[in-house]
């Protein structure tokens, strides 16, 4: 059976710090994987899309950057997080069937 | 460009009874799914329930149903015999169908309350 696996599950950092976030997918070959953010009391806010390898697709311009070195992993990144990077970040994986799973999410606080 | 409006930001629901959760969304793709999520506390995103624009069929997941008015673009959930566990925000979603890029798109969100 396919799972997502995604960490750390919270994570506080200072303002100017870099970010990594990670999520792998199991149990699958080929997902196309996206990257979500849920700011508090809104709803989820499409970042990034990948259908494979080093294909990453940005739907909003911000100051974060995604990664796919490998075809199940999806790396969320910043050089210099900003206090507006704070959120709930969802990474989800899609097959065929176009039923998305979600991640367990990683509750960022930039400080 | 798909949208998906979520008038109601928060709603009650006596334990027991029955709950209607609005949603209306805009595409111009004559095929597209359209989903409901649930997200309780923990922030699992946990799928409720799923319509394919192409079936007439309004579908069925248990105490779960949808009122899908395909011309009118509204996709309302309802929840019958409600339980404290129903107690989440609940999502709409869109999704496009056909090509290599898919991307579910959410409306903003239901906080749903469950009263005992």
């Known amino acids: 059976s396919q799972t997502i696996h995604q960490w750390p599950a919270t994570l506080v950092q200072p303002v100017g710090s870099p970010l990594s976030l990670e999520c792998t997918v199991e149990?699958?070959?080929?997902?196309?994987l996206y990257w979500y953010r849920q700011a508090a009391g809104r709803g989820l806010q499409l970042l990034f899309y990948?259908?494979?390898?080093?294909?990453i697709s940005s739907e909003v311009p911000q100051n974060l950057s995604a990664s796919r070195p490998q075809d199940r992993q999806f790396i969320l990144s910043s050089k210099k997080l900003l206090l507006s990077d704070s959120g709930f970040y969802l990474c989800?994986?899609?097959?065929?069937?176009?039923?998305?799973?979600f991640g367990s999410g990683t509750r960022l606080t930039v400080v | 460009a798909q949208t998906v409006t979520q008038s109601q930001p928060e709603m009650s629901v006596q334990e027991a009874e029955t709950v209607t959760l609005s949603c209306t969304y805009d595409t111009s793709e004559s095929d597209y799914y359209l989903f409901w999520y649930k997200q309780p506390p923990s922030r699992q995103m946990i799928l409720v329930i799923r319509q394919e624009a192409y079936k007439q069929q309004n579908a069925t997941e248990n105490r779960f149903s949808v009122n899908f008015q395909k011309a009118a673009k509204s996709f309302s959930l309802k929840i019958s015999d409600s339980q404290l566990g129903d107690a989440a925000m609940y999502f709409c979603a869109s999704l496009r169908s056909g090509g290599a890029t898919n991307k579910l798109i959410f409306g903003t969100g239901t906080l749903l309350a469950v009263q005992p």
């Open positions: 990948s259908v494979g390898i080093g294909q």
């Open positions: 989800a994986w899609s097959p065929w069937d176009r039923i998305y799973t």
């Open positions: 149990g699958t070959s080929n997902p196309n």
